[in-house]
């Protein structure tokens, strides 16, 4: 089924739509959320409460992509679980090396409304994002938002794992840069 078909289940109040949503984006959200929580019953825990998200946010929202309407909330709510059990020490996994990695270009800018310069960084990145290749955008967004592990994003894009490293800290250091020139950072 569509994403528009789904939507107008939303919409309509059918309980199908979250049958059809896990039919078509589960895996998806699963895997996020393995990628971040290295744990599959607060993975499964996590997707649940994504259909629930989904569930109270549509209507009135009507994401465009939903996919990536999904993915995010999927993304966020595992972060926020992920954070709950690690707020101590951060241990091993997906999320802590990706956070290492662009803590190192982004880190604190040490302004107070941190609301505003998220948003403003956010567009930032993808305005940086959509200045580069589909393949350097894929490997991207493969490793810093869906998590992804460095040996499975180089199956998943048919390079090795040396390339996308190479790829991961060129793309880095351009970041850095480009958010040097706009001053964000």
Known sequence: ?????IIE???ARSEQAITVLAEK????????????????????????DTYFRVWNAVPPDK??????????????LAVSLYRTKHRQKRGGGEYALAVDELEQVIGGSGRTDKEA???????????????????????????YFALCPIDEIAGQTGQSTGKVKYSL???RRDLKRFLEKEELI
């Open 63 to 76: 994401p465009a992509a939903l996919g990536g309407y999904v993915g995010r909330i999927t993304r966020n």
């Open 1 to 5: 089924m569509e994403d528009s078909g």
């Open 25 to 48: 984006y589960g895996k998806f959200c699963f895997k996020i959320a393995m990628n971040i929580l290295s744990d599959r019953e607060d993975s499964e825990e996590c997707v649940n």
């Open 169 to 171: 800290k060129k793309t």
């Open 9 to 11: 289940l939303f919409f």
């Open 117 to 143: 310069e998220e948003r403003e960084l956010t567009a930032a990145v993808n305005a940086f994002l959509a200045g580069r290749e589909k393949n350097e955008r894929i490997i991207f967004l493969m490793r």
